[in-house]
């Protein structure tokens, strides 16, 4: 079984991006993960790239392709059986393990299975206890604490187009509409430092998110000009569960 962490990282990062693979190369449990790099180097900033002989595959690429373009760009020139997303400002912890997330994504029905986060470590005290071994049913599923999904889930959102200025609801979505399920796992949990500067913070500022989905997802407007709230269950209109609910029974009875 070939598994990989797939990491898009950018120039103002490199230090973020350098401590998660500290903390990636700290536990044995990821010595058989290769390590994949989509790395947007717009200040040239390539050179501080620690631990090179850890990385499988590192694509540098000059200019901002936001986190969707350079995710769907990494996945196109690669190939693996299963993948991890990681986010530049997360950390890998003792209790960070996609072992029973990768045999959920193996699953024919699932789509992405999302692992549990905190943003803090006072928080990580809090959660800690409250981790079990559930898998809870959850359409909008996006990075949190690593995004896990198989390589049937890649195909689908290699055909993706790769644009910038698109959200992560789009791969959730791909998925969803395609009859798979996308769940929500309490028993893995990493720290992810959501609210640190740079990354995707200031890309929702730069730039205006192109709302991919509006076929399927009712969007909403925030406080701000111009901000757009991130999409939740709720928000999934009639056609795509319509879409999701077809595609799901067509899928079972191929698979019978």
């Known amino acids: 079984m070939r598994k990989t962490f797939v990491i898009v990282s950018v120039s103002d990062r490199v230090d973020a991006l350098n401590n998660l693979i500290e903390s990636i190369m700290r536990f044995d449990r990821f010595n058989d993960y290769d390590i994949c790099l989509c790395f947007q180097d717009y200040l040239g900033n390539q050179d501080k ?43 890998l912890i003792e209790q960070t393990d996609y072992t029973k997330a990768i045999e959920k994504a193996s699953e024919s029905g699932t789509g992405f299975v999302l692992t549990n986060w905190a943003k803090s470590r006072n928080i990580l005290n809090a959660k800690i206890p409250k981790m079990q071994d559930k898998f809870i049913p959850q359409i909008m599923v996006y990075q949190g604490g690593g995004m896990v999904y198989s390589e049937k889930v890649a195909r689908l959102i290699r055909k993706l187009p790769i644009q910038k200025t698109m959200f992560d609801d789009i791969w959730c979505i791909t998925t969803y509409i395609n009859g798979l399920t996308n769940y929500r796992y309490q028993g893995s949990l990493a720290l992810h430092f ?60 191929r698979n019978q």
């Open 49 to 91: 790239i620690k631990y090179r002989d850890r990385y499988a595959k590192i694509i540098v690429k000059p200019e901002k392709m936001g986190c969707n373009g350079a995710r769907v760009f990494l996945l196109q020139n690669i190939s693996y059986d299963f993948y991890v997303n990681l986010d530049d400002d997360m950390e």
């Open 194 to 253: 959501i609210c640190s500067t740079g990354g995707m913070r200031l890309f929702m500022r730069e730039e205006n998110p192109q709302l991919a989905c509006e076929e399927f997802i009712n969007y909403h407007k925030g406080k701000r000009e111009g901000e757009w709230l991130i999409p939740l269950d709720k928000d999934v209109n009639g056609w795509a569960r319509f879409l999701h609910k077809r595609n799901k029974e067509d899928g079972n009875k």
